[in-house]
């Protein structure tokens, strides 16, 4: 493991830490002014991203929040889910060789990217992101879907899945996890935790850049940045942790539990895919391949030299490897 990943469960959140606004009572202040306030970041702020040429395309999610995605491709939908604090721009690698195959459609969380903010932490639940991810798919009517998920791509994405099996064709799973035990999970979650409890800020791009392998250039690292002009656009990012499930009263245990169950059963086909050198998910690839009958019938792939961001470091190979599993395993 390289020294930069050695460090990732302590220095990217010494890191980031570096970053914070220190002073309590202006955040206080900030949340308290904006509490039902929903943002649009500035289109500028998208213009002349390096390797992200895409048209944006959005569809009301939730009532009235406003979800933004890129699609590329045409054939049956190939639906690619980001995680924390990314956004779609963490599948630009991907979306060229994907789009032979398929209908690309990478779509931003809400509070993430091109999508709508909703202002302060408090206005993320659970709830909120799994309902917008389920409408996002009905809205869409998407069919006969391949499901790309990693980091709460995975906690959001498969639980809707196994709520409309019918929709669902093919899984890959990647660098996640679906937390059922109700207990607290890893010394290295728990730290990165603990700091987005009491951080006043993050810098979304360092985030990343600590837990890739590969370094990130300056404007990479600004297009990370780009949805996010200043901290009352975070609160998605903000909150994320502490939506994990890590006791028994969390809200999206039950889900957790409930998509950990149907998994089980599921034998339409189902890739699982990580990396390396990425110690927050590790083993987590067993985990899968135990749960999910199906995954015992595909080669047990490990990305080589790729952190928790796998795409980032190696999208072009990821993106390959889906390939190839969807053309071995067509759709009847």
Avoid at 91 to 120: E, Q, T
Avoid at 184 to 211: C, H, N, Y
Avoid at 225 to 238: H, I, R, V
Wanted: hydrophobic letters at 40%; proline letters at 8%.
């Amino acid at each position: 493991m390289s020294s930069k990943m050695n460090t990732v469960l302590g220095s990217v959140f010494l890191l980031v830490a570096a970053t914070l606004v220190t002073t309590s009572g202006a955040a206080e202040k900030l949340r308290s002014q904006t509490a039902m306030q929903t943002l649009r970041t500035p289109d500028e702020r998208f213009s002349n991203l390096p390797d992200w040429p895409y048209a944006p395309h959005y569809v009301d999610v939730n009532g009235d929040l406003r979800m933004h995605y890129v699609e590329e491709g045409m054939g049956d939908p190939i639906l690619c889910l980001h995680g924390e604090p990314s956004w779609g721009y963490l599948y630009r690698k991907m979306i060229p060789g994907l789009s032979r195959v398929g209908r690309v459609i990478v779509p931003d969380l809400i509070g993430f990217g091109r999508s709508d903010k909703p202002v302060g932490k408090d206005a993320y639940t659970y709830a909120l992101h799994h309902d917008a991810v389920a409408s996002f798919v009905e809205k869409l009517d998407l069919q006969r879907v391949t499901l790309v998920c990693q980091d709460w791509g995975g906690l959001l994405g498969l639980p809707v899945a196994m709520e409309q099996p019918e929709r669902f064709a093919r899984l890959v799973v990647m660098n996640t996890g679906l937390p059922v035990s109700g207990k607290p999970l890893s010394p290295g979650f728990m730290a990165w935790r603990t700091f987005a409890e009491k951080a006043q800020d993050m810098d979304i791009g360092r985030v990343i850049d600590g837990a890739t392998v590969s370094k990130l250039t300056p404007e990479v690292l600004a297009a990370y940045n780009a949805p996010f002009p200043d901290l009352s656009y975070k609160g998605g990012a903000m909150k994320f942790p502490l939506l994990v499930p890590i006791s028994e009263d969390a809200e999206a245990l039950p889900a957790m539990r409930q998509a950990a169950e149907r998994l089980k059963s599921w034998t339409k086909p189902a890739l699982v895919m990580f990396s390396d050198k990425d110690p927050v998910t590790a083993g987590g690839d067993k985990y899968f391949r135990a749960l999910i009958p199906s995954a015992k019938d595909e080669p047990e792939i490990t990305i080589r030299d790729a952190g928790h961001f796998l795409q980032e470091d190696k999208g072009e190979e990821i993106a390959e490897q889906i390939t190839a599993f969807i053309e071995r395993r067509p759709i009847d």
